[in-house]
């Protein structure tokens, strides 16, 4: 038979217990706060455009959206233009040539590097292979201008995330023309191992820049995926 001094005592240590807990959670949440914030410090995020996932088919639900159309996003051809290719001087240029306008240079959207910042949570440690696409999407060609483009049969591998968490770039094709909105696509997946089924996304969707916003001067931008995952472009 339990006394009254037991059950006084047993709710005693349920109280004290219940502080300790909402103490630790306090400081648990103190720390991840302030780590957030060091991990944000000179990092912009970027402008991501709602139901632009390609994981759950969102991105090719019928919908009246502007940038859907300009940007051909339901295409998923690459860009057909190449490099120079408004640049270089055709026989309408020749110097006796009276059809030629004249050049003029245009603002212009340059990706110097991209790198994982961080792994989602269910992520195993040891060398990341990465698979999947990022494209950039302009108005002077709306299709598929790769920057970065691997299967899940020849992924991209990060041997060390702390050495090295950068992913190499090919591309693009072709400049990317920034006199108007630019769109950045991308679908990219962590391989968990043999079976698709375990893989990770990453990141997923479509994220805006703005030719209002982009400065004449470098800046980061950080891609957050649904998992933990993030990439800083």
């Known amino acids: 038979m339990e006394t009254r001094g037991d059950v006084n005592a047993e709710s005693q240590a349920r109280k004290r217990k219940a502080t300790e807990e909402a103490a630790m959670d306090d400081v648990l949440e103190d720390g991840e706060e302030d780590m957030e914030e060091e991990e944000e410090e000179g990092v912009n ?21 502007v940038f859907r159309w300009l940007y051909s996003l339901e295409e998923t051809g690459e860009t057909s233009m190449e490099p120079m290719r408004l640049t270089l001087p055709t026989t309408e240029c020749l110097p006796t040539s009276t059809a030629c306008g004249r050049h003029v240079g245009g603002p212009m959207l340059q990706i110097f590097s991209i790198k994982v910042a961080k792994l989602p949570r269910a992520a195993a440690s040891g060398p990341i292979q990465l698979y999947g696409f990022m494209a950039v999407r302009d108005l002077m060609d709306p299709l598929c201008n790769h920057v970065f483009n691997h299967t899940r049969d020849d992924p991209f591998v990060i041997q060390d995330l702390h050495s090295d968490p950068f992913i190499y770039l090919p591309g693009p094709k072709k400049g990317v023309n920034m006199q108007a909105r630019v769109l950045f696509e991308y679908d990219v997946r962590i391989m968990g191992g043999e079976e698709e089924w375990r893989d990770l996304p990453l990141i997923d969707g479509v994220a805006i820049f703005s030719e209002r916003t982009c400065i004449n001067a470098p800046a980061s931008y950080r891609i957050k995926g649904d998992r933990g995952g993030a990439v800083d472009i």
């Open 45 to 65: 995020p970027v402008v991501v455009m709602e139901g632009s996932k390609h994981g759950d088919g969102s991105l090719y639900k019928p919908k009246v959206d």
